[in-house]
């Protein structure tokens, strides 16, 4: 099964009573904080009568004019004042609000989401570009949060316009709001239709643009690549066809955007002097006063924004529905088993029974076929083989990464199906060849190993490691930064920055995944000294590819196409003529 790859473009879907019984499961996550929406919507409405008290009132003052009625004008001016105050005060409360409710919500759904994420299994990580995943969250959120603060708000807002328009436009004329709901609604629809088509090509830019940014990110991740292979000029030519492309894109783009601002100047502006004129003729003929005329307008103008308004506002809505529904996807993606850690302390005997595997995204490639073998407590265990043996999927089956399709694996003679996740992983280490160190300090990193450590159990683990010698040597000490993924620290240092915080954890099993194959000569042995410290009274799993590092391991096992085909310590494997280890061993030594 290739990679799952998450679509860039932010999703619709059409509202369904089962997508709005989804979407509705977000206030779940509201706890304390939901009788914010329900009072934010009495504000709402609140809001939306001031706004259509505002034009009856403005048209009563200017038919005062033709009353010469001041004492009238005046009431009528305090009055609109009145609403003008109230509908500030709705507002502001309306706003704060759904932004506290959405907030306080979201908090809730992000801390859910990534709790989630963290305790999903690594199958779901096989088939999922993290880097893109990281996207599609972040913009699902981002839409939720529009969608909730302002969108669902608004849309409402514009609804109760409407309706209240139309309603108030037929008690002040009933002919002219025939004339007015002919013209203007159709017109506003019209211009929505235009202004989502060219949204289109404003999509397409972004993507080009996007494409682009690829480009460049690309290229200046991979500089030396580029640079080796001296393919600058490639490169270059490579982002500006891209940046052509974009150019294009917008041009086509500006005269679409070009027709729709003559398309509003024309038709949009000249509806509404349409209207403007008819209600003039029927004032002329006796049919309601200038006052009246005002107040029809601002309605109509209310019901025309609205109109075009609401359309987009409703698709924002389908879009934040499609968001809802990934991250809940998310959310329902079953983790891994969550049963209670007991605390126990493993021993560190390790029984393989004919283990048999396939990735779940290749069931026709059998990656172990039958494996067996026993590590007995603080025996060192080799496996050496070609590329693709399966040494690696034995260290991810042991930390129960995955589980196996065939066979058992046993610790201290029980299957490790039956202890805790927390508890296994918690009595094993690993070393990697790529070792990843996160972003902070070296007390951190080495640190994590046993969050809380003292700093005096701290630099005890790094002299272990022949790690502290180079921490002393920078200004800050255990402060120094590592820079991100550890880049501000050699291969070596960073190794040695690893065994340190396998070396405070304390396992009773050590994988060792080919910690030393990348290393130069220097920084190889002083790895190796500290991972002889490191191997003291425990088992060790060591997956190694420079075979000069075993010789001293109490068994070694020779894989080849998810099988073991020799099995015995060094000087009993070098006696197999022919034998693979035999073969292995003579063709790296040749190379020196």
């Not at 292979?229 to 052509?244: D, S």
């Not at 969050?451 to 272990?464: F, L, T």
């Amino acid at each position: 099964m290739p990679p799952r790859r998450v679509d860039n473009d932010l999703p619709k879907a059409k509202v369904t009573s089962s997508s709005l019984k989804h979407t509705f499961r977000i206030f779940r996550y509201s706890g304390s904080h939901r009788w914010k929406f329900y009072v934010g919507l009495v504000f709402l409405l609140l809001t939306g009568g001031s706004a259509l008290a505002f034009p009856w009132f403005f048209g009563k003052l200017v038919n005062c004019i033709a009353e010469k009625d001041a004492a009238m004008a005046n009431t009528i001016g305090l009055t609109l004042v009145c609403i003008l105050i109230l509908q500030s005060f709705f507002s502001f409360f309306r706003l704060s609000l759904f932004v506290n409710f959405t907030e306080n919500t979201l908090a809730n759904i992000r801390i859910s989401l990534y709790n989630r994420l963290i305790r999903l299994p690594m199958v779901f990580f096989s088939q999922t570009r993290v880097g893109e995943l990281n996207s599609r969250i972040s913009a699902d959120i981002t839409q939720i949060q529009d969608t909730l603060a302002t969108t669902i708000a608004e849309f409402l807002r514009q609804f109760i316009l409407i309706i209240g328009s139309v309603i108030l436009l037929v008690i002040l004329n009933p002919r002219l709001t025939l004339m007015m709901l002919c013209i203007v609604p159709v017109v506003a629809v019209a211009a929505v239709i235009f202004a989502r088509f060219i949204r289109k090509y404003a999509k397409k830019a972004q993507d080009a643009v996007a494409d682009s940014q690829v480009i460049v990110e690309e290229t200046l991740q991979g500089i030396s690549i580029v640079k080796a292979f001296a393919n600058e000029a490639y490169e270059a030519a490579r982002y500006a066809g891209k940046i052509r492309e974009i150019v294009r894109i917008a041009i086509k783009g500006g005269q679409y955007r070009g027709y729709f601002a003559s398309f509003i100047i024309f038709c949009l502006f000249g509806s509404v002097v349409a209207v403007v004129w008819y209600g003039v003729i029927l004032s002329i003929s006796g049919d309601g006063g200038v006052g009246d005329l005002v107040t029809f307008v601002l309605y109509s103008s209310y019901l025309g924004v609205a109109f075009g308004g609401i359309a987009e506002l409703y698709a924002q809505i389908q879009k934040a529905i499609g968001a809802t529904e990934r991250v809940f996807e998310l959310l329902e993606e079953t983790p891994e088993e969550s049963s209670v850690a007991e605390g126990i302390r493993i021993r560190g005997d390790v029984t393989f029974e004919n283990v048999r595997f396939h990735y779940p995204s290749r069931p026709e490639m059998e990656v172990l076929a039958g494996v067996a073998f026993d590590a007995r407590f603080g025996q060192k265990i080799a496996l050496v083989g070609p590329s693709g043996a399966g040494k690696s999927t034995i260290s991810s089956l042991l930390l129960r990464f995955y589980d196996v399709t065939g066979g058992t694996i046993r610790i201290d003679g029980k299957d490790i199906r039956d202890y805790s996740l927390e508890d296994l992983r918690g009595n094993m280490s690993i070393v990697p060849q790529d070792v990843i160190l996160f972003g902070g300090s070296i007390r951190e990193n080495i640190a994590y190993g046993k969050p809380g450590a003292s700093d005096e159990d701290i630099i005890a683990a790094a002299k272990k490691a022949n790690a502290y010698s180079f921490i002393e040597s920078f200004p800050e000490k255990l402060d120094t930064l590592v820079g991100e993924r550890g880049v501000k620290l050699s291969g070596g240092q960073r190794q040695r920055i690893a065994i340190a915080r396998a070396i405070l954890k304390d396992p009773a099993i050590l994988i060792l995944d080919e910690a030393t194959s990348s290393l130069d000569s220097e920084s190889e042995k002083l790895v190796q000294e500290a991972l002889e410290t490191l191997m003291e009274g425990r088992t060790s799993l060591i997956i190694a590819h420079r075979l000069s590092t075993i010789r001293t391991a109490d068994q070694i096992l020779v894989l080849d196409k998810g099988t073991i085909v020799e099995q015995g310590t060094h000087s009993e494997l070098m006696t197999i003529e022919n034998g693979l280890y035999q073969n292995l061993s003579k063709l790296q030594f040749a190379e020196f």
